[in-house]
């Protein structure tokens, strides 16, 4: 009989996070130092959602700003609303966006944005 694994949440972060850094990687140019993308995400008061994505990298000391590599359209629609969703259920931040930066080796940093308290 087969065992289904469940992801704890740290490991479903992690692989959303690590498959946003691949769609960065290959949508820079070879031999880029630095790859950062800018993701906001927002639910309307009617419950739609929206992700926009901002992404550049640094070649040669010049910042390049571009559009990310779409293999699956819907892929960037699916994976920040989950990581949103995952980190929610975890640690209960409702964050508003993030920002996702990497070097050429692939170690990421992430920095996130929170609403303004009213």
Not at 17 to 44: P, T
């Amino acid at each position: 009989m087969r065992q289904e694994v469940k992801m704890n949440s740290i490991n479903q972060q992690t692989e959303i996070l690590s498959e946003l850094c691949n769609l960065m990687h290959i949508s820079a140019k070879n031999g880029y130092e630095e790859a950062a993308c800018r993701f906001d995400y927002r639910v309307s008061n009617d419950g739609s959602r929206s992700v926009r994505a901002e992404f550049w990298y640094v070649l040669e000391n010049e910042k390049v700003s571009k559009a990310l590599a779409y293999p699956d359209r819907k892929k960037l629609t699916y994976l920040i609303p989950e990581l949103h969703k995952t980190m929610m259920a975890h640690t209960g931040g409702d964050w508003s966006g993030f920002t996702l930066t990497m070097n050429q080796v692939g170690e990421a940093k992430t920095h996130f944005t929170y609403p303004k308290l009213k």
